[in-house]
């Protein structure tokens, strides 16, 4: 199922991306909405992070293509912020957590200027958003996956972006800490910022995002929570891992998902 959408903020079109000539992605169109909580889900290895790295330029399609802002990736860069998955980062790099929040901010500083004052209260703010400003001057390799996960977020929101791209970022963090981080999402969206976040826990998930993304190596739907979230769809995206789905099941009948938009 795939929903129509006036002026997206990104527009993918038949994107096959392949590693080593196996497509682990095919085919993939879809266009998304500006100012809304989009969640990506799906299993193990159904392409979420190739997704969101081909949308940043990480890989590069073996067909297909991605517009941004309506625009190429190059022209808008600056204007799009991307945590990576966890794996994927060297967390051993000596660096403190103000620091790492300080590269957030190079970005619209420009060249061979040094972040100040504003950026660093810019970067305690941030920091403190996501709960971590009592760990400013530690070494990020010290703190916990959880913690170093919370700092990543915190220096993609001293990007000050327009479009976020999160890739199981609440991967080792608390429920109430990603509970607060969403309502922050949430508010930043309501600001007219977009934000697509790959989410591991479909049950959490409904309650969070406006938007799916539904992915299994095909695309299964693009759509909003109202039209997408079925038993169906989920069927489809998750195959036979049923008791993952049951308590959604629930919910759907219930209808009882999405508190925070009330
Ligand atoms: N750099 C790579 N080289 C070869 N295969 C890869 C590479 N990255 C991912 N894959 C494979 O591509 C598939 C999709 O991976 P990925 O996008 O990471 O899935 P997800 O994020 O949904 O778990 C998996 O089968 C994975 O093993
Ligand atoms: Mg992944």
Known sequence: MINHVESPIIEIHDLTVSYDQSPVLWNVDLSLPSGKLIGILGPNGAGKSTLIKAIMGLVSPSGGYVKLFDKSLE?????????????????????????????????????????GKKEKELAMECLEKVGMHGFAKRQISELSGGQQQRVFIARSLAQNADLYLMDEPFAGVDMATETAIFELLKQMTAEGKTVVVVHHDIYSAVNYFDWFIMLNLHL??????????????????????????TKVSELIRQKEFNPLKN
């Open 75 to 115: 022209e808008v860069r600056s204007r799009i912020s991307y945590v990576p998955q966890r794996e994927s980062v060297d967390w051993n790099f000596p660096a403190s957590v103000l620091d790492v929040v300080l590269m957030g901010t190079y970005g619209k500083l420009g060249l061979f200027k040094r972040p």
């Open 220 to 245: 299964v739907a693009s759509g909003p929570k109202e039209t997408v979230i079925t038993e169906e769809l989920l069927r489809k995206t998750y195959g036979g891992k049923l008791n993952l789905l």
